[in-house]
């Protein structure tokens, strides 16, 4: 699930553009955020659409990945 972030969130999470890096990022941080876009409360251009194709099981899974960093 998390190869889809890194069109735009680079490889594994780690951005090498303006885009931020997921990478290392709290889980609990990234759950909220993505769920946020999920609902329409958090502004995207595209983010909002992507997170709507999660559960709240997967968006877990994804936040737990990205969270571990560099450390995989």
């Known amino acids: 699930m998390a190869a889809g972030c890194a ?3 680079g490889t594994d ?6 885009i931020p890096s997921l ?9 909220a955020a993505l769920k ?5 409360m958090r502004p ?3 983010m909002q659409q992507l997170a709507k194709g ?3 099981e997967q968006i877990r ?4 990945y990205l969270a ?4 995989r």
Request: proline share 3%; net charge negative; aromatic share 6%.
């Open 68 to 71: 571990q960093g560099r450390d």
């Open 61 to 64: 899974a994804v936040a737990a």
């Open 44 to 46: 995207a251009t595209v």
């Open 13 to 18: 999470g780690i951005s090498a553009g303006v």
């Open 36 to 40: 946020e876009f999920r609902a329409g």
């Open 23 to 31: 990478a290392g990022q709290p889980a609990s941080a990234l759950e």
């Open 7 to 9: 069109a735009c969130h």
């Open 54 to 56: 999660y559960s709240d």
